[in-house]
C-alpha cells in the first residue's frame, strides 16, 4: 500500500538520520547559549549601579553651644551628633529593629514603632531591637566634622 | 532545510559574538573603568564604581567623580593621573554641590566628552578652565563693584601699605604668630560678604601707639584717600577677585548704557542675564577664531559684533586685548539659575530684592558704567562708522556754559526720539545717583560753570530772519527744522525746556573747540561771521520749535 | 496503610524524594524526545506555546523565495522590542523633563542601558521595514486571494498599529525631536479644519479639533500627551497587537497554511535536491484523531504525493533561524549606532525643519501642500484602496507565484518606471514652480484641498491602474500597476522628506547648504 518507499521505512519511522545531526544540533545549542547570554546581561539591567541619594559622607558644622551629651541631629540625615571631654561621636539613629528612626530622649533613644529604648551610649534597654545603636566613623577638621553614615566604629570611640 | 540550518547557526554564533564584545566593551574597557583601575590610594579605593554627587534640590546628580576620584566625597590621597587629582580647596564642598553648578557640562554623563558638554545637542558646555571663577556667577551678584581704576588703585593700596604682611586675603600672604599660632590678623577673604570693623582705623592706630615691636614698626597712619581706597577693597573681597576684577573692567566699559543685566541698564541691546548660558548649537562660528567655543564666539562678538550677528547695531569694543578678556570672562558668569531659597546666596537677595547696587555709585563708576560706551571714557564723545555721533558730554565749552538742569534733565528724561534714553525709571538710575554722574562730568571738564545773570528766556527776534539763517548755516549738520543730523536734534523739547536762551546763544557764539561745531562769532574761510542780532534770531527760531513734535 | 508484601510509607518516601528530580522532568515532558513522527507530532501539538503551529508544513512554506522570512522578521523584531520595551520600564519615568533625564540615565548610567536602548529603536525601525517588505512580499505573491482575504484585512490592521507604536514610542524621550514631531502629528490630525474651515462649519462639526484633543488631552503637547501616549505605547496598543497577531496567525492555520501555486509540487519536485520520504500516500479519509472534530482545510486533502514535512525540527528551524538574524542584524545596528538623543524638548524653540519620524515623512511632504490631504485624505485613500485589494481581485490566476497573474514581471517592471517618473515629476515641478498658492494668492483653500500634489499623484496613478486593467483585461494587472507605483510614490516621497528639505520645508539639494543654526 505504500508506494516507492524503501521497504525499511513506514509511516511513523523517523526521518533517516545515519549520522547525529551535527548541524541542527549545533545551531540549536548555538541558539540557546546566545539567548543564556543575553538573558543573564539583561538581569543585570534592574540593579542600579548609582542610587539616586545623597552620599553617606557628608560634612556638618557642629554649633558652639552644644553641651556635653546634647545631640546635634543635622536637617534630613538619621544621625545624632555629640560632643564632650573626650570628643566627637555619631551615633546612628536607625532603629535596629525595623528600620525606624528613633528619637532622642532624656536619658538615650526610643523608637515611636515598637517601642524598643536604647541608653546614651545607644545599647539596647528593653524592646525588640536586637542590638544597639551603631556608631559611626567620624572625623574632625577645625569646626566641620565629618560623618561617614556607611562605616561603622566600636562603641565608645570618640574624635578629638 | 539545511540552508535554514547554516542560518541559524551562523546568525546565533554572529550574536553570540556581538554580545561578548559589547559585555566586553562595557565592563573592562569603559573609560571610566580603566581610570578607577589605574588610580591609588594609601587607604584603598573601594570598589570599582561609578560614583555620583547627588543634590536633589539643586537638581544635581553628578557623575564627574566617577573619573576625578579624588574630587569623591571621602576619598582622598588618591595618587595617579592627573584626572584624579584633587579639588583645590573652594568655600563651596563639592560634596553638597556637585561640580556641574560651578563648572557647567553634562553632569549626568560618564564618557569625558559628554560629561564636559562638548557634545552636540547639550547647550551648557563646561566652562574654559581659565575662566572656572565664572561659575560663581551661577548663584552670586558682587555687589558695589567700582570702575576699574578705582579697583586697581585700591588693590595697590592694599599692597603699598603693606596690609598682606599680617592678613590673608584669597591664600595669599599673611603671618603665623610664632608664639601663640594662629594668623596675626584676621583673613580678609571676605569681607565683602561678612563685613568688617568700621573702627579699624582707630584700632589699629591705638594698638601700634601702645604695643610697639612689631605692631609699631609695621602699621603707620593711613591718609583719608587711602583709607577710603582700602574701604573699596574690603568691599570687594568676596572671594573671587579675578570674577571681581573683570566686573569692574565690564562697569567701565559702558555696557549697561544699552544691556541691562539684573534689571539694571539700558534696552537698545538684549538683556545679558543669561548671556553665559548661550547654547553653542545655536551660534554661527563662522569667523571666530579659537574653535567652537562659546567664549571665543563672545571675544569675537565683542571685537566685531556685526561679523558674528547679523544686522547687529553693536559698535566694537575697541580695547586692548586684556580688556577684551576680562569682558568675555564677565559675560560668561552672567548665567544665573533659579535657585531654591536654601541655596539663595545674600548677596543676591540684596541685589534682586532690596535693589542694593552691583556697581559702586561714585560718579567715576557711574558714568564708566553707563555712559562711557557712547560718550567716551573721557566724555569727549564718539563717532563711529555708520552710526550718528554721540556728543561730548564733557567738553569745557559745553561744561562752562551748560546750566545743572539742562544736564540733569537730559540724563533723566534723555532726548525722546534720539538715542540718548530717559535714565530716570526703575531700571535706570536715581535722581541722586544722576547728580553725581553730573558732577563727575563737569569733574572731567575741569571746568566750572560761568554764571548767567540773565533770565531763562531773554530773546526776542526776527522768528523768520532765523529760519532763513538757519536754512543756510545749521541745516546742514543739524537737519531740516531741526531734526538732527550729524549735529544733535535742535528741536528736541528736552533741550529747549532745560537750555537757558544764554546757552543757546553762547553755544553758537564760542561753538565747541575740537568739533565740527565752529564759533559762529568768527568768520571761516567758508562763511561768515554771525551778528549777535542774527545769533538772537537763530535762537527765536529754535525757540519757536518748542511745542512741535520732536 | 501499607498492603502487605510492599514496602512500608518510609521507606517508600525516600524512594519518591530521590526520584523526584527525574519524575519532574517527566511530568513536564511527557512525550519524551521527538524522534519519531508521532512524537514529534504530539510534541507539536500538545504544547502550550507551539500549538498554534500546524504539525507538518509544506515544504513550498519553507522555501526562501517564497517568504523571504519576513513574517517571522517582523515578529522577531517586535518580540525583541517587547523584551527591550520592558527593561526599559524599569527606569523610564513618563512625566515631561524627567522622562529626558530618564533617558540619559539609561544611556550613561543604568548596566546595559545604553545597549537596551539601542536596541528598542534600532528594533522598532526594522520592525516597520519588514512590515512594509512583508506587506508588498504577500501581494506579489498573491497570496491575499481567497481564500485569505480577512486574513489581509488583519495584517492591514496590524500594520497601522505597528505604526501607531513607533509613533506613541517617538514622544517618549522628550527632547526637541520627540516634542515637535508629535506636534506636527497632532497639527495633522487636526487637518479636517482645513475642510470644515473652508466650508465654514467648524463651530458645529469639529473631528479635527476633537483628534487633536483626545491625542494630546490638553491643547498643547505636555504631560498630559505625555502620559496619553505611555499609556498607548507601553500597555494598549501592544496588547491589541499581540490579539491581531494571535488571529492572524489563527488565520494561517485555518486558510490551511500559507499560499501555493497549484503547481507546486512539481516546481519543488524540480528544485528538490534532498531525500525527503512521502507521506500518506494515499489519501487518508480523516486527519490526526483529535483535529477530526474540525472540519477545514489541511495540507493533506485533495492532493497527491505529500510534500509536507514535520514541523518540528524543519519549521522551527526556519522560524528560528530568521529570528536570530533578525537579533543579530539589530544587535549589529545598535552597537555601531546610537539612537538620538537631542536638546531637552522646548516649547519655545522650535526645531526648524521639525520632521516627523521617518515612515512618515512622505506624508508630510504631502502635508506641506494640503495638511488635509496629505495628512487624512491620501492615507485614507491608500488604507482603504489596500483594504479593498482581495476584494477587488478575484482572479485565480497566479496566485502563490512572485508577480503572479496578468501582466507580471513586465507589467511591475513598466508599473515602477511610472510610478518613479510620476512622483519625481510631479515633486519636481511643484517644488521649481511652486504650487496654486504662490501663482493665485487668493485662491479658495477648498481649491488647494482638492487639487494638490498629493492628489494629482493618486489620480495619475490611479489613471495608470485603470490603463493596466483593460490592457490585460484583469483586475490582479491592475492592482500589480497600483500597488507599484504606491510603493514608489512612497519611497520618493519618503526620500525627499528626509534628505532634501531643510529648514522652513525648503527645497535644499544637501544639508550643507542650509543656511545658519
Known amino acids: 500500500m505504500t508506494t516507492q518507499v524503501s521497504p525499511k521505512r513506514s509511516r511513523l519511522d523517523p526521518e533517516p538520520m545515519p549520522r547525529r545531526d551535527w548541524l541542527g544540533l549545533g545551531a540549536l545549542w548555538a541558539m540557546a547559549v546566545s539567548f543564556l547570554f543575553a538573558t543573564v546581561g539583561m538581569m543585570r539591567l534592574p540593579k542600579a549601579a548609582v ?53 532622642p530622649a532624656a536619658d538615650g533613644f526610643e523608637c515611636p514603632c515598637h517601642g524598643s529604648r536604647f541608653a546614651p551610649d545607644g545599647e539596647v534597654r528593653k524592646g525588640p531591637a536586637p542590638k544597639p545603636l551603631a556608631w559611626l566613623k567620624v572625623s574632625v577638621s577645625g569646626s566641620l566634622v565629618t560623618i561617614d553614615e556607611g562605616t561603622t566604629v566600636p562603641q565608645g570611640t570618640k574624635v578629638a | 532545510m539545511k540552508k535554514n540550518k547554516y542560518l541559524l547557526l551562523l546568525s546565533s554564533l554572529v550574536t553570540l559574538v556581538l554580545l561578548a564584545a559589547a559585555a566586553i566593551e562595557e565592563n573592562f574597557f569603559r573609560e571610566w573603568r580603566r581610570i578607577q583601575r589605574s588610580a591609588r590610594s594609601d587607604s584603598g579605593i573601594a570598589a570599582l564604581q561609578l560614583r555620583q554627587i547627588v543634590n536633589p534640590s539643586l537638581k544635581v546628580a553628578d557623575r564627574c567623580v566617577s573619573c576625578h576620584l579624588g574630587m569623591a566625597p571621602g576619598e582622598s590621597l588618591v595618587r595617579g593621573a592627573d584626572v584624579l587629582r584633587p579639588h583645590k580647596p573652594v568655600v563651596h564642598d563639592p560634596s553638597e554641590f556637585g561640580c556641574t553648578i560651578c563648572h557647567g557640562g553634562q553632569g549626568q554623563a560618564t564618557f569625558k566628552e559628554d560629561a564636559h558638554g562638548q557634545v552636540e545637542f547639550w547647550p551648557e558646555p563646561m566652562l574654559p578652565r581659565e575662566m572656572s571663577w565664572a561659575g560663581c556667577g551661577s548663584c552670586h551678584v558682587a555687589l558695589g563693584v567700582p570702575s576699574q581704576t578705582t579697583l586697581r588703585r585700591a588693590e595697590l593700596a592694599f599692597e603699598r601699605l603693606d596690609c598682606y604682611a599680617c592678613h590673608r586675603v584669597d591664600s595669599r600672604g599673611g603671618t603665623i604668630r610664632p608664639d601663640r599660632g594662629g594668623m596675626e590678623g584676621p583673613d580678609l577673604s571676605f569681607t565683602g560678604l561678612r ?18 615691636g612689631a605692631w609699631r614698626k609695621s602699621f603707620s597712619p593711613v591718609s583719608e584717600e587711602d583709607q577710603r581706597l582700602l574701604e573699596v577693597f574690603l568691599r570687594t573681597r568676596v572671594g573671587a577677585s579675578s570674577l571681581v576684577r573683570a566686573k569692574s573692567v565690564f562697569l567701565s566699559a559702558g555696557c549697561l548704557g544699552c544691556h541691562r543685566v539684573n534689571g539694571v541698564g539700558g534696552d537698545d541691546g538684549p538683556e545679558l542675564n543669561a548671556a553665559g548660558l548661550k547654547d553653542p548649537g545655536r551660534l554661527i562660528f563662522a569667523g571666530v577664531p579659537g574653535g567652537r567655543q562659546v567664549s571665543a564666539w563672545m571675544a569675537e562678538h565683542l571685537r566685531s559684533p556685526v561679523s558674528v550677528v547679523a544686522g547687529s547695531l553693536m559698535p566694537p569694543v575697541l580695547l586692548p586685548e586684556e580688556d577684551i578678556r576680562q569682558l568675555t570672562f564677565f559675560t560668561m558668569s552672567l548665567r544665573a539659575r533659579e535657585l531654591p531659597d536654601r541655596y539663595l546666596p545674600r548677596d543676591r537677595v540684596r541685589a534682586v530684592r532690596f535693589g542694593e547696587r552691583e556697581f559702586s555709585t561714585d560718579g567715576e563708576t557711574l558714568y564708566g558704567a553707563f555712559c562711557a560706551g557712547c560718550h567716551g571714557s573721557d566724555g569727549m564723545g564718539r563717532r563711529l562708522p555708520g552710526l550718528i555721533s554721540f556728543p561730548s558730554v564733557a567738553h569745557p565749552d559745553f561744561l562752562a556754559i551748560a546750566p545743572e ?72 549738520c543739524h537737519g531740516p527744522e531741526g531734526r538732527g543730523g550729524e549735529g544733535p536734534a535742535l528741536n528736541n523739547k528736552v533741550l529747549l525746556a532745560g537750555a537757558t536762551d544764554t546757552y543757546l546763544v553762547e553755544t553758537i557764539r564760542r561753538g565747541r573747540r575740537g568739533t565740527a561745531m565752529g564759533g559762529f562769532a568768527e568768520p571761516t574761510p567758508v562763511r561768515p561771521a554771525l551778528s549777535q542780532a542774527e545769533i538772537e534770531a537763530i535762537v527765536s527760531f529754535l525757540r519757536s520749535l518748542e511745542g512741535g513734535s520732536s | ?86 527593561l526599559l520600564m524599569f527606569y523610564y519615568k513618563p512625566y515631561p523633563e524627567v522622562a529626558y533625564q530618564s533617558i540619559k540615565d539609561i544611556h550613561f548610567v543604568v548596566p546595559t542601558g545604553r545597549f537596551i536602548r539601542n536596541l528598542h529603536r534600532w528594533a522598532a525601525n526594522v520592525m516597520v521595514v519588514t512590515v512594509i517588505l512583508h506587506m508588498a512580499r504577500v501581494f506579489y505573491t498573491a497570496a491575499y486571494r481567497r481564500p485569505r482575504e480577512y486574513n489581509w484585512l488583519i495584517g492591514i490592521a496590524l500594520l497601522v498599529v505597528t505604526l501607531a507604536l513607533s509613533f506613541t514610542g517617538y514622544l517618549l ?134 510534500n509536507t514535512v514535520p514541523s518540528m525540527p524543519h519549521l522551527f528551524y526556519a522560524e528560528f533561524g530568521v529570528l536570530m538574524l533578525t537579533v543579530a542584524v539589530c544587535l549589529l545596528l545598535s552597537l555601531l549606532w546610537d539612537a538620538p538623543l537631542k536638546e531637552l524638548a522646548n516649547p519655545n524653540v522650535p526645531e526648524n525643519p521639525a520632521k516627523a519620524p521617518w515612515y512618515f515623512l512622505g506624508l508630510q511632504e504631502m502635508v506641506s501642500f494640503s495638511a488635509f490631504m496629505g495628512g487624512i485624505g491620501v492615507p485614507t485613500i491608500v488604507l482603504i484602496g489596500l483594504g479593498l485589494i482581495p476584494y477587488l481581485d478575484r482572479e485565480a490566476e497566479g496566485t502563490g507565484r512572485w508577480f503572479g497573474g496578468p501582466g507580471g514581471w513586465p507589467l511591475v517592471r513598466l508599473s515602477l518606471l511610472f510610478g518613479f517618473a510620476a512622483a519625481l515629476g510631479v515633486e519636481a515641478f511643484a517644488i521649481r514652480f511652486g504650487w496654486l498658492r504662490e501663482w493665485f494668492p487668493n485662491i479658495h483653500q477648498l481649491a488647494i484641498t482638492v487639487f494638490n500634489p498629493g492628489t494629482v499623484l493618486t489620480a495619475l496613478y490611479a489613471a495608470f491602474s485603470i490603463w493596466a486593467m483593460k490592457r490585460h483585461n484583469s483586475t490582479r494587472a491592475g492592482a500589480l500597476a497600483l500597488f507599484t507605483c504606491f510603493l514608489c510614490g512612497f ?19 544637501s544639508p550643507a547648504d542650509w543656511p545658519g543654526h
Open chain 2, 405 to 476: 538742569e539742562l544736564m540733569q534733565r537730559t540724563i533723566e528724561e534723555g532726548r525722546p526720539g534720539r538715542r540718548m534714553p530717559g535714565w530716570l525709571k526703575p531700571e535706570g538710575l536715581r535722581p541722586e545717583e544722576i547728580r553725581t554722574v553730573v558732577a563727575h562730568l563737569r569733574r572731567l571738564g575741569g571746568v566750572a560753570p560761568e554764571p548767567d545773570p540773565r533770565p531763562r528766556r531773554w530773546v526776542s527776534s526776527d522768528v523768520e530772519l532765523g529760519r532763513r539763517l538757519f536754512e543756510s548755516y545749521c541745516r546742514g
Open chain 3, 173 to 306: 524621550p522628550w527632547d526637541q525631536l520627540a516634542y515637535w514631531a508629535i506636534t506636527i502629528g497632532a497639527n495633522i490630525a487636526q487637518s479636517p479644519r482645513e475642510v470644515t474651515d473652508a466650508l465654514g462649519i467648524t463651530e458645529w462639526f469639529d473631528p479635527g479639533g476633537l483628534q487633536r484633543l483626545l491625542l494630546l488631552g490638553s491643547d498643547t503637547v505636555g504631560e498630559e500627551a505625555l502620559i496619553r501616549f505611555y499609556l498607548l505605547h507601553v500597555m494598549l496598543l501592544p496588547l491589541v497587537l499581540a490579539a491581531l497577531l494571535a488571529v492572524h496567525f489563527w488565520r494561517v492555520r485555518k486558510d490551511g497554511g500559507l499560499a501555493r501555486p497549484d503547481d507546486a509540487d512539481d516546481i519543488l519536485a524540480r528544485e528538490r535536491r534532498e531525500e525527503t520520504y512521502p507521506v500518506f500516500t494515499e489519501q487518508p479519509q480523516k486527519t490526526y484523531h483529535l483535529a477530526a472534530i474540525v472540519r477545514g482545510r489541511t495540507p493533506a486533502v485533495g492532493r497527491g504525493p505529500e
Open chain 2, 195 to 212: 563685613g568688617w570693623d568700621g573702627a579699624w582705623h582707630e584700632k589699629h592706630a591705638k594698638k601700634a601707639a601702645s604695643e610697639g
Open chain 1, 51 to 103: 542610587l539616586p541619594s545623597p552620599s553617606k559622607k557628608f560634612r556638618v558644622a557642629l554649633p558652639e553651644t552644644l553641651a556635653a551629651g546634647e545631640p546635634f541631629v543635622p536637617p534630613g540625615r538619621s544621625v545624632a551628633l555629640f560632643r564632650d571631654e573626650e570628643g566627637v561621636y555619631a551615633i546612628s539613629t536607625v532603629c535596629t529593629h525595623l528600620g525606624c528612626i528613633v528619637k
Open chain 3, 1 to 86: 496503610m501499607p498492603a502487605i508484601g510492599t514496602k512500608d510509607a518510609l521507606t517508600e518516601f525516600r524512594e519518591n524524594l530521590r526520584a523526584a528530580p527525574k519524575r519532574i522532568l517527566e511530568t513536564a515532558f511527557r512525550t519524551g524526545l521527538p524522534t519519531t513522527d508521532r512524537s514529534r507530532s504530539t510534541f507539536v501539538f500538545g504544547n502550550v506555546f507551539l500549538h498554534l503551529h500546524s504539525v507538518r508544513t509544506h515544504r513550498w512554506s519553507l522555501r526562501w523565495l517564497t517568504t523571504a522570512g519576513l513574517g517571522i522578521a517582523t515578529l522577531a523584531a517586535f518580540l525583541i522590542t517587547l523584551v527591550t520595551g520592558v
Open chain 3, 491 to 509: 519611497t520618493v516621497l519618503t526620500v525627499i522628506g528626509t534628505y532634501f528639505r531643510g529648514p522652513n520645508w525648503e527645497f535644499f539639494w
